[in-house]
């Protein structure tokens, strides 16, 4: 694994329901960034945003409770 490229994975508590975000943190050193996907759509879109901003929206509840 290089720190180039991501290296997806999913929470440990996560069933296999298919309703889950997989992330990328292997970039943050490198990039500075936190890549995430819909599990179900590997192919598609991912959204990237830093460890601060992601931080502060769960704080500010921005993610919802569900």
Known sequence: MTT??????????????????EVAANLVTSRGIIPMRDSK????????????SFVAGVKAGEFGTT
């Open 4 to 21: 180039g490229s991501p290296h997806w994975f999913k929470s440990s508590f996560s069933e296999n329901g298919g309703q889950c975000v």
């Open 41 to 52: 759509n590997p192919h598609g879109p991912t959204l990237n945003t830093s460890p601060t």
